[in-house]
């Protein structure tokens, strides 16, 4: 397994941009698919977009298509979310996870703390 410590989440307006960090330690950070996630208050855990080990593809859920983009630097232990035209719906906290890949929240072994994201009208 791999431990995950999420950042740059925070307070944006709608319409602006965000983008999330996510740091893995371990040497087989490289060896997993990164996804993420997001948990709104009274709902389940959302699946946003996941990438693959080699960052060659990405998923990106319907409900941000066009908006979320997802990449990662293997070289630096690195996974990022990027954020763009944010809407209030979009506030959660967001959580990297690393795994088999895949929209199911059971498809990932390793999991961050989350970090909160709000979006204001």
């Known amino acids: 397994q791999v431990q995950l410590v999420e950042s740059g989440g925070g307070l944006v307006q709608a319409g602006g941009s965000l983008r999330l960090s996510c740091a893995a330690s371990?040497?087989?950070?490289?060896?997993?698919?990164m996804g993420w996630f997001r948990q709104a208050p009274g709902k389940e855990r959302e699946f946003v977009g996941m990438?693959?080990?080699?960052?060659?593809?990405?998923y990106i859920a319907d409900s941000v298509k066009g908006r979320f983009s997802i990449s990662r630097d293997n070289a630096k232990n690195m996974a990022y979310l990027e954020m763009n035209s944010l809407k209030p719906e979009d506030t959660a906290v967001y959580y990297c996870?690393?795994?088999?890949?895949?929209?199911?929240?059971?498809?990932?072994?390793?999991w961050g703390q989350g970090t909160q994201v709000t979006v204001s009208s």
């Open positions: 371990g040497r087989t950070f490289r060896t997993y698919a």
């Open positions: 990438i693959s080990w080699r960052g060659g593809s990405t």
């Open positions: 996870a690393a795994g088999e890949g895949g929209s199911y929240v059971e498809s990932y072994d390793s």
